[in-house]
């Protein structure tokens, strides 16, 4: 086959590949699938670096690299390569060997044996015998011979293929590299943009001088067009503008001929010397056997001379080494490693042969080979990320765990897949009876869509045994798991007992050894990565199912970026962005579902940020607007002379308005102090990011007017650069001169001041300069008729809401009290700061109380009760940092210990992947050990394979066990109920606080602890359980001395004593320690089933609707009857039971206190810690319930259920069950409504499900959940029409109703008609009505025999008659689409018009409609549409929609200003195709299908596009 038989389908050229100076026809692969040649591509490629496909029409967008960047056929490519080296082999090839058989004459001697042996019989005997077995050997050997050479010939092919494919694999991944190298020296080019940049600033000026010219050509044009415009511009401005001439020689254009100097040379000895070192064929021995490497001086292209012995005369080139006479006669595959050096940007390829037989160093490459591929991370590590990646996502576990596969090495994956498939659809790879399988081995499964894939064995089960074997025969297997290798997930395989190998080999095949060892050479694809420096928002629980459900949402299937941290073991520690913005790591703490590990946080980012905003000059009068007003000192003005904000904000809306800018800007994870856009009041606004309420909210400051929101990241959207022109035009300001009259502003004042200044003119003028992160002093005056009005702050002080500062300094001038009080002696010595610990301070394992016991600052880590919150003090948070870092360094490489581990032992705990002081508890017989944190204060459940025996030196706690002084539990027990202990760990746990200890020497210790609320003020959280009605003050008694000698302790504490300051402080009275007394044991019988109503149609109310789909349903008889059981049940308990310790396994029927503090009868279904989940049996709910609600007692036995279960019949679900969605669209149709249920049958036993059929408004309700596609049709059912059972037709009295004098219904009025051109009218006078773009218009024609009507009224008239009596129609209360209506213009007056759909559903509703007499859209709200009535409905539509044949979009068009809704039409277009509709029209038809068509002339007999055409701003069509 030759190269010419592959040719392109385009042009019928042949593929060809680059060669010496040749540049080649390579085929390149589109994105649809279609194959092109390299110069076909070149044709076809456009400006806009895009290339349609000629077939298909699809575009394919094209990078930098150009055609050359494009994919190319790898099959195409390997067929001419074949060709070509078959060509080559065949020119080469000597004659082949041909045996012949050389018969010479019959001499003398042989005719004189046969004359004698005529004469002896026995001697021509045994020569015939001897001839006959000579001509048997003679054809053995020819035939051995035949054999041999045969065998030769394609063995030395076979090899010869081998080796010359394995060289062109290697020479492909060197080009890989020189690839690499050459996007390094692409990205050093930046520097030469530095060069150039005074021409790219000559050039923003040219722009700016162009879009100042055709802005002042826009307003003339208007100017001209409405001369009344002049009054709002100025047009000396605008005709300076236009006049002013363009200096040429003001422009520097010297940047033309700048040269950068720069040069990219190419050191030939260095790449002829490393290309012999890196590109060798060697033996087993690592001899090079055969190396030869040409390269022509002075050229780019290498040529290379690498050429194998030849099988005709075994010789080989004259600088090739001999081959060795010792060789296998079995040759291995070829195992290639690349390794790369960033710092050098040198590269290796290594080409070795690999022995079938052991060798001492084979399986430590094999255990290095994976450190070959990543040795960038050998070296030490730094914070930074050291490599970037892109890679795909296979197998999620966890944040902590996942694993991907490089896109890089996605060609590899599938050549390794074409292997293993090859391999497997041979017998070879069958098992056989005498086959093992043991644990660790490699095999091929089965996979999808016919792939076979490798893994590992990891467990192993034997038939009939029942623990996992490490070996066993392949007939003998029952069960397996399998670890995929390339993948990272593992999966367990069944094998039936009746199988046999026959069904093993249908999912399972065995490599053999030339097979294992050419899989040993390829390394595992799958990853394992870990995200780095982030644990679990809940240590306790450790990773949830939502943390993994949003990793697995947001990576997907897509190629994400990674980013390099560096390895711990076998796993990279790395972070993922799907986009430059959006970092995983940083999107799972945002999402409140992980968090940054202590004390490390977050890295801080470095967006871009507002420019402050400008402060007026210094006793200047300037005229502004009060935006925002918080108090007289804090508030924010807005300067009224800035009209270049107008002209941002307008931009600011058309720029966020569109219809795909909520997609294009959206933000996933915003930081704090990030600029961005949001939406305030319908419009939208700068804004920055000053906090983080939780909950996915941000709290966010409007930085153009003051004032602060808490809103949705869903409402932010990502700010373009272009908008940080503008400086913050909120300029934050207090009043000077005047000062509240207490310490803060009263309501009364700042109210006061907001009716004053908001939203008004007023008049600014500045009294100093101060920093931009403080308030501005300003004085403010009102804005009267002559220009001079009264200041704000005396309007205060005159109304006695304020005091000026003057006044203020004489009361604070008063002459000082000079007595001197000095501080108690306990108080200095506590106030004394403790010193810095040095840089060189020794690892202190355990916490030692500071000597400030006063407001020190903590982090809760736990909490079980009042009495009980381990806290830890955030100053150790280093010393906590160094000991989780000598733990991770001892332990994180060690091996799990044989050891007896018994409670009360320290160890070092594996605690979801971060290493932790532990003490164990207990240790079960499974191996798992129950252990505390020792600096955190849960318990964890972990196996023994994850404790570490610690050493004494750091044994040790940094907690800090803490009860809330002053406190007792309310109610009058001696301790704290379940619901203060839930309230208080659901408040605490995790938060950040300020503690003051009490008396540091009791056990826990006696803390006072304050937290920030939402004001950022910090309280007492001992008083916030008071107010919460869940403790009581301690009750102090009174000591003898303070009761009998009072001015002796008012004495003492005036006069200070040594021996009282010594002695230690008196201890409060600890509360006493929670006791739990044992449970009580009580049995409850369950109520009675419910009564079922008989089968058919009933009308029943959906009352609940369980998570698992169940529908609970009451009669009209079970409503009733539940009313007065309600009252019934307050009689039998009217006082709150006492409080008892309940043992609930035998609890079945119970009484229930619910929200609205009634009594209901519910049923137990679980025990949750201290709620008990009950089920209401006479409503269905489910709920959660603290236990103190609960009383297991049974109310009303005689009375059944009321609630009775349903389910739906003839559908199963998608799934095991209802998925969560579909029960929350049943709730959505359901609850609170009575609805018609026909039952189907009833079930045998009373209390399970009753099958029914749900009508919904006329529709079945399985039909509305198969259309969802939540469940489907059940098959056993032969028709779906079986048991969709019709709602019953209403049972109606015959009432005799008189109707007369009732106002008539309004007739349903259809669509509008649509004026018809007839065929035979060929062209018409017309006038354009509506343009929306330049080639599509509403077109009015003026032709009165095409609109003529047979009414005597036309179209206008109506219109005026009914714009008379608008009132008398009413309003429009249907809004179907192209529904028929009046609706009101701007100009007060009523037209036709129709329904397009709803343009607002929220905070009003709003229609988009179109008047259909004129073609324009507008937005309405529903009080401005009207009915339609009956005489304006039969006249057609006057304004009819046609497209403009003859032009289309200009393919180049350097207009900036866009269309928003056509963007392919540039504004300028726009506005010039106005222009030209303007006069006298002619209207040609050209086609009536798909769409109207016509061709415009003017009055000229022109076409009107034509100067369109003309300017650049079209194309002809």
């Not at 001015?1047 to 005036?1054: D, P």
Request: aromatic share 6%; glycine share 4%; net charge negative.
């Amino acid at each position: 086959m030759s190269e010419s038989a592959v040719a392109c389908k385009i042009c019928g050229s042949s593929y060809t590949l680059p060669e010496d100076e040749a540049v080649g026809n390579l085929p390149h692969v589109l994105l649809c699938g279609h194959i092109c040649c390299s110069t076909c591509m070149r044709a076809l490629e456009s400006p806009q670096n895009v290339i349609t496909c000629p077939e298909c029409q699809m575009d394919t967008r094209i990078g930098e690299e150009g055609v050359d960047g494009l994919e190319v056929d790898s099959r195409i490519i390997g067929l001419i390569y074949t060709a070509r080296m078959n060509t080559k082999k065949g020119r080469h090839s000597g004659d082949s060997w041909k045996s012949h058989r050389l018969k010479s004459p019959p001499s003398s001697a042989a005719i004189h044996t046969q004359e004698n042996a005529e004469g002896r019989p026995d001697v021509v005997k045994v020569l015939d015998e001897a001839l006959g077995k000579a001509t048997e050997n003679l054809n053995q050997l020819d035939k051995i011979h035949k054999t041999l050479s045969g065998g030769i010939r394609a063995q030395l092919r076979e090899e010869r293929t081998r080796i010359i494919r394995e060289i062109d694999e290697a020479v492909d991944k060197s080009k890989i590299i020189l690839l690499k190298r050459r996007s390094m020296l692409m990205s050093k080019l930046s520097d030469v943009d530095l060069l150039f940049s005074d021409g790219q600033k000559e050039c923003k000026r040219i722009e700016e001088r162009i879009k100042e010219l055709q802005t002042a050509i826009q307003k003339a044009r208007h100017v001209r067009q409405v001369p009344s415009l002049e009054t709002y511009c100025n047009l000396d401005k605008i005709l300076e503008t236009l006049r002013f001439p363009v200096d040429v020689e003001s422009y520097d254009m010297s940047s033309m001929s700048l040269r950068s100097g720069l040069r990219c040379s190419l050191q030939m000895d260095s790449l002829v010397d490393s290309l012999r070192n890196c590109l060798k064929i060697t033996d087993n021995c690592d001899d090079c056997f055969l190396e030869e490497v040409t390269v022509e001086p002075f050229q780019h292209v290498l040529k290379s001379g690498v050429e194998v012995w030849d099988s005709s005369d075994q010789s080989v080139p004259a600088k090739a080494v001999s081959i060795p006479k010792k060789k296998s006669t079995r040759r291995q595959c070829f195992m290639e490693e690349i390794m790369e050096d960033t710092d050098t940007s040198s590269e290796i390829v290594e080409i070795a042969h690999r022995s079938p037989g052991p060798e001492p160093w084979h399986n430590e490459r094999l255990k290095s080979h994976r450190r070959h591929r990543r040795q960038h991370f050998e070296r030490p590590l730094t914070p930074q990320p050291k490599l970037v990646n892109y890679v795909m996502a296979t197998h999620i576990v966890n944040p902590g765990q996942f694993y991907v596969r490089y896109m890089m090495e996605q060609k590899s994956g599938q050549r390794l897949t074409q292997k293993v498939n090859k391999f497997c659809s041979g017998e070879s790879s069958l098992f056989t009876f005498s086959d093992e399988i043991k644990t660790g081995s490699m095999l091929f499964i089965f996979w999808k869509d016919d792939m076979w894939c490798r893994v590992t064995v990891t467990e192993l089960f034997q038939k009939e045994c029942f623990q996992s074997v490490t070996k066993c025969l392949a007939s003998e297997v029952s069960r397996l798991s399998v670890y995929f290798q390339d993948y990272g997930f593992s999966k367990g395989i069944s094998v039936p007992s009746d199988g046999g190998l026959s069904v093993l080999n249908e999912c399972l095949r065995r490599p053999d050894a030339s097979t294992l060892a050419d899989m040993n050479g390829w390394a595992p694809l799958a990853i394992k990565c870990s995200l780095k420096d982030i644990i679990p928002a809940d240590q306790v629980i450790g990773w949830s199912l939502e943390a993994s459900d949003e990793m697995r949402n947001l990576l997907g299937s897509e190629a994400v970026e990674m980013l390099v941290f560096g390895e711990d073991g076998d796993v990279l520690l790395v972070d993922l962005k799907k986009t430059s913005m959006v970092s995983l790591r940083e999107h799972l703490v945002f999402m409140e579902l992980a968090r940054f590990s202590s004390p490390i946080v977050a890295p801080r980012s470095t967006s871009l940020l507002f420019y402050p905003s400008v402060s007026p000059a210094l006793n200047v009068e300037v005229n502004a607007v009060v935006s925002h007003v918080n108090t007289p000192s804090d508030f924010y003005v807005q300067l009224v002379d800035n009209m270049e904000y107008l002209l941002l904000h307008s931009k600011l809306q058309d720029c966020y308005s569109r219809p795909n800018a909520s997609s294009e800007f959206q933000i996933y994870c915003p930081s704090l102090s990030q600029a961005c856009i949001a939406r305030y009041d319908q419009e939208w606004c700068r804004v920055q990011v000053i906090g983080f309420p939780g909950g996915r909210m941000v709290e966010v400051r409007y930085v153009d007017f003051g004032y602060r929101k808490t809103l949705s990241v869903k409402d932010l959207r990502q700010i373009k650069d272009e908008f940080f022109a503008l400086p913050e035009m909120a300029l934050w300001c207090s009043l000077n001169d005047v000062v509240s009259l207490q310490e803060t502003w009263s309501d009364e004042a700042s109210a006061m001041f907001k009716e004053l200044v908001e939203r008004k003119l007023i008049t600014v003028v500045a009294k100093k300069l101060v920093p931009g992160t403080t308030t501005v002093p300003v004085c403010l005056y009102e804005v009267g008729d002559d220009c001079t009005g009264a200041s704000i702050g005396e309007i205060l002080v005159s109304n006695g809401l304020a005091v000026s500062s003057q006044q203020a300094q004489i009361k604070d001038a008063q002459p000082l009290e000079m007595t001197v009080w000095d501080p108690p002696f306990e108080e200095e010595v506590l106030s004394v700061p403790a010193p810095p610990p040095p840089a060189s301070e020794e690892l202190k394992p355990s916490l030692i109380l500071p000597t400030c016991l006063k407001d020190i600052k903590v982090r809760v880590t736990h909490v079980t009760s009042p009495g009980n919150i381990c806290v830890q003090l955030l100053q150790f948070d280093s010393q906590l940092k160094r000991i989780h870092d000598t733990l991770k360094t001892l332990f994180s490489e060690s091996e799990p210990q044989e050891m007896l581990w018994e409670a009360e032992m320290f160890c070092a705990a594996n605690n979801t992947g971060v290493w932790e002081r532990g003490k164990v508890c207990s240790v079960s017989t499974n191996g798992v050990a129950e252990v505390l944190r020792c600096d955190f204060g849960n318990k964890v459940k972990l196996h023994v394979d994850n404790l570490r025996p610690l050493s004494p030196e750091l044994i040790g706690s940094f907690l800090l066990e803490c009860n809330l002084s002053d406190l007792r539990p309310a109610g009058g027990g001696s301790t704290w109920t379940a619901t203060a202990c839930d309230f208080i760990s659901h408040y605490l746990t995790g938060a950040m606080a300020i503690i003051t200890i009490k008396d540091p020497s009791a056990r826990p210790v006696l803390v006072a602890v304050f937290c920030s609320n939402r004001a950022g003020q910090n309280v007492s959280f001992a008083d916030f359980l008071i107010s919460e009605g869940l403790a009581l003050k301690e009750r102090k008694t009174a000591s003898i001395s303070e009761t009998v000698f009072p001015e002796e302790c008012v004495l003492s504490k005036k006069i200070p004593e040594p021996q009282r300051i010594m002695s230690p402080p008196q201890t409060p009275p600890t509360p006493t320690p929670r006791i739990n007394p044992l449970p009580e044991r009580v049995q409850t019988n369950s109520y009675l089933p419910p009564e079922l109503p008989p089968c058919g149609n009933t009308l029943m109310s959906i009352s609940a609707i369980s998570e698992q789909g169940v529908i609970y349903a009451m009669t009209y008889q079970a409503v009733c009857e539940f009313d007065r059981l309600r009252e019934r049940l307050q009689q039998h308990i009217k006082t709150l039971p006492r409080q008892k310790n309940y043992n609930w396994k035998g609890v079945l029927g119970c009484a229930v206190m619910g929200t609205d503090m009634f009594w209901y009868r519910g049923q137990v279904q679980e025990v949750i810690g201290g709620h008990v989940k009950v089920q209401y049996v006479d409503q269905g709910l489910v709920e959660s319930i603290p236990v103190c609600h609960v009383y297991p007692v049974v109310l009303c036995e005689d009375v059944p259920q009321l609630c009775v279960p349903c389910q739906i019949n003839g559908v199963i679900p998608i799934g095991k069950g209802w998925q969560w969605d579909a029960v929350v669209l049943m709730k959505e149709l359901l609850l609170g409504r009575s609805v018609n249920v026909h039952i189907m049958e009833h079930p045998e036993n009373t209390c399970a499900c009753v099958k029914v059929e749900i009508t919904v408004d006329g529709m079945a309700l399985s039909k509305i959940m198969v259309h969802h596609q939540y469940a489907t049709f059940d098959p056993a059912i032969s028709s779906q029409e079986d048991y969709v059972v019709k709602p019953p037709a209403p049972d109606l009295d015959d009432w005799d109703l008189n109707t007369q004098g009732l106002e008539e219904s309004q007739p349903v009025l259809g669509v509008y008609k649509e004026l018809q051109i007839p065929k035979a009218r060929k062209h018409f006078p017309a006038k354009v009505k509506h343009i929306r773009t330049p080639n599509e218009v509403f077109l009015c024609a003026i032709d009165k025999t095409l609109c003529r009507q047979e009414q005597e009224e036309s179209l206008e008239e109506a219109l005026e008659r009914v714009n008379e009596n608008i009132e008398n129609l009413s309003p429009l209360t249907d809004f179907p689409i192209d529904c028929p209506c009046l609706a009101e213009y701007r100009d007060g007056k009523y037209y036709r018009a129709k329904l397009l759909g709803f343009s607002e559903l929220t905070p009003s509703v709003k229609l988009l409609v179109r008047h259909v007499d004129f073609g324009s859209d507008d937005i309405l709200p529903t009080h401005k549409l009207r009915q339609l009535p009956a005489s304006l409905h039969h006249f057609p539509c006057a304004a009819i929609y046609v497209r403009l044949a003859g032009f289309k979009p200009a393919n180049v068009c350097l207009d900036l200003e866009r269309i928003p809704y056509r963007p392919e039409w540039s504004m300028r277009a726009m506005m010039e195709m106005i222009d030209l509709l303007n006069g006298e029209l002619t209207a040609v038809l050209t086609a009536n299908e798909p769409q109207l068509t016509v061709l415009l002339y003017n009055a000229k007999g022109t076409l009107v596009h034509t100067p369109l055409v003309e300017k650049g701003l079209a194309d002809y069509a």
